[in-house]
């Protein structure tokens, strides 16, 4: 196991250097960089225009450039966002919990939800229930973000005003203690809603697909002919079965808790990363792209290994080499 | 009461079994799935409203300030926008950007990850890893914010915006071909390792009829179910690109683009109309192609019945 895990951590850094390029080339193969970004008016000399370059870093070769970045960010030294002048970890730090708390009250949600339907949907299968669930699910699954965010900010906050616009807590408030928890979870309503039932479908699908698979196999029918409780049957004896594969699935979520939402943080203008890296992206501060995008890559790479490994002990059936 | 004599009995009995060609099986399952009729009426009827529809609308698609955002009305069933034009017209010509790109995104997704993927799984070896190791490396980086930046770029160099759908396909195309790759890489390892391509190597054929003629036919179903889904990925990819003002952008109609009307406060909640009928559009195209593209799947699995 120990000698697995050495292995994929050894195999993934070709992977991630390779990311790193890719991702470092984007951003400065691009024509217009921060500096003609941010201060090209009409008074703007070409000097001045240098002597901020030199500055900010960005008139040095690019071969240069990347190695000295890629070297700081061996040692945990992102830069400084040029956005908020500060460095790129302290404000990921600010902004990333806030992605978190909505990713961890998403992820609770859709698992609870997707569940309930995807059993009961397997249990009942070709029922009415069965149907109407892959109705719903379909449409939800088919919905884009930014348009399921948008209609539930119109109806539940614009016209009935049940739940506020947005951010993450009522202006000019001081809440403190149970208030305040209060308040910020009635900001969390909207998003966490419209998250949620984009990503119930999918993943409902996936529990019907995976207990249906296994309602078929005779140690059911075995347990069944033993004489025991439907209820028995399905809980312990078929849902452990079913849900083995969606521990892969599950770990492989893990990313996107930190990863925020960029639409949906910007629909319902939470303060998440997601919705200052999209900023990040517009005025091309992207010391913080980045530092941003390389986090999400080395927690997508990792969950990956996690989840390999979560399943060779979950399924000992499964040998890892 | 006329006895049916046994001939045509055993006409009928024959009929019911013909059909044993994995099409055949499969189409049949196909029409029988009530979702893939509803999804192919609805894809169908999108369609025909994109492209057909625009030649029985009244309206011209040019801007008539004095007609600016009126509500649907009996003249302009779903009104007009703040240029004056006609709601509808505008949704049925940007379906049909929106479309095209959908599927000319997916043709290059499938070009690439098919092509890949099969030499990746027949040749083995070196091209194997290196193929594979790229599509490890796309993997892991985050698709959206990726392709936001890409959007930026092409703002950067001053694309027109008459070529911009054409690089939002190839964008897409190549940010989204890995799955396919991985697909059909696996699908073709585990091909090769079977009987009848032990038989092609005896009968010495040379690898581009046994790719052509024995390998492929058999990825086929798996490349027409990931192309049908990979339609709907394309089509809320672009517009989710094009709602940022980053994809397809004016004069060139598009869903997303109709959408973002939807950034501006008054518009969005004073002027339904300009961006809701697009997003309805988007879920209507979407989940049609999903239903096929679930419905073909299911069609294509030879475990299940006829």
Redesign the interface.
Known sequence: MAQFIVRRLLQSI???I??SI??FL??AL???DYVTRQFENPKMTPERMEQLRALYGLDKPLPERYVSWAGNMLRGEMGDSLMFKKPVISVINDFIWNSFLLGVAIMFFEWLIASIIGIYSAIRQYSVFDAIA??II??L???????LG??L??IFA?DLRWFPVGGMITTGSNYTGWAHIMDVAKHMVLPVATLTLISVGGLSRYFRTNMLEVIKQDYIRTARAKGLKERTVIFKHALRNALLPLITLFTLEIPSLF?GA??TERIYNWPGIGKV??QA??V?DYPL?LG??ML??VL??LA?ILADVLYGIADPRVRLK | MERPTPTLDYRKKNKKRGGTSLWQDAFRRFIRNKYAILGLVILTFMVLFAFIGPYFSPHQDVPDVTKANQPPSNEHWLGTDNLGRDVLLRLMLAGRISLTIGIAATLILLLIGVTLGSISGYYGGWLDVIIMRIADIIYAMPGLPILIVMGAIMSDLKIPPAHRIYYVMFILGIISWVGVARLVRSQILSLKEQEFMLATEVLGLKDSKKIIKHLFPNVLPTVIVAGTLGVASSIISESTLSFLGLGVVPPTPSWGYMLSAANNMIDFAKRPWLWIPPGVAIMLTVVAINFIGDALRDAFDPRQKI
């Open positions: 070709p992977t991630l390779g990311a890719i991702i984007i951003f691009a024509p217009g892959t109705l379909f449409m699954y088919s919905l884009p973000s930014f348009f948008l209609l900010l119109k614009v990863a960029m639409i890296v999209l992206i517009y091309r792209f941003y995008t999400i890559t997508t790479i990956n």
